[in-house]
Structures are given as C-alpha cells and as structure tokens.
C-alpha cells in the first residue's frame, strides 16, 4: 500500500554534511507528518526531529545543526551539517499519513546508514 524509500545516507568525517530523503509512494492523499529517528548500536531508536504542517522540532543534541523539511509532496529532507560521532547510527524515516481512502496510518522505512568518522 505505501513504501518509503530513503537515502543520503553515508560515511562523512567529523564537520561534513549529509542530506537524507525520503520519499513516499503509494495510496496516500497526505502525508499529516514526518519524523526521522535514529538508533545507534546498543542504543534505543530516539527522535531526532519531526515536522507537522510548518512547526518542526528537533531534539536538543542536533538544533542547530540539523534541519528537517518536506516539498510538500511527499518527500521528506533531514540536511545534517557540523556532523559529529555522536550523530553515528541508522536513520529511519517515519511518517503519518491519511490513505486516499480516508483512513489514517503509520508507517517506517527501511534505515539509512550514517557513519560519522572522527
């Protein structure tokens, strides 16, 4: 019914820059929201920045940094600067959505890699 697909992910140094996107296809009449989490190994999956309409939030290890946006269609951006080791994990994008049949649902991609070397 929907997929997401990601990508940007990489290996960057300490201070690069990485842009993730993601882009959803399927039955979809909207997408109401979308979020990008990480999960470093060893660690739990934790937030790192959500986007609903135009209000964005971001946790508070990457503001500044990080900055999430949508095209209104339905991709989805996380651009990462100043990136640092910290910031090493598997991406993942996660949206909300409302089905073209009027329903709502939830769904995860597949994770992105991103490795940051210092």
């Known amino acids: 019914q929907v997929q997401l697909v990601e990508s940007g992910g990489g290996l960057v140094q300490a201070g690069g820059s990485l842009r993730l996107s993601c882009t959803a296809s399927?039955?979809?009449?909207?997408?109401?929201?979308m979020a990008w989490y990480r999960q470093a190994p060893g660690k739990q999956r934790e937030l790192v920045a959500i986007?609903?309409?135009?209000?964005t939030n971001y946790q508070d290890s990457v503001k500044g940094r990080f900055t999430i946006s949508t095209d209104n269609a339905k991709n989805g951006y996380l651009q990462m600067n100043s990136l640092k080791s910290e910031d090493t994990g598997v991406y993942y994008c996660?949206?909300?959505?409302?089905?073209?049949?009027?329903?709502?649902?939830?769904?995860w991609g597949q994770g992105t890699q991103v490795t940051v070397s210092s």
């Open positions: 996660y949206i909300e959505l409302t089905f073209v049949w009027g329903t709502p649902g939830n769904y």
């Open positions: 986007i609903r309409g135009s209000i």
């Open positions: 399927g039955s979809i009449r909207s997408i109401n929201a």
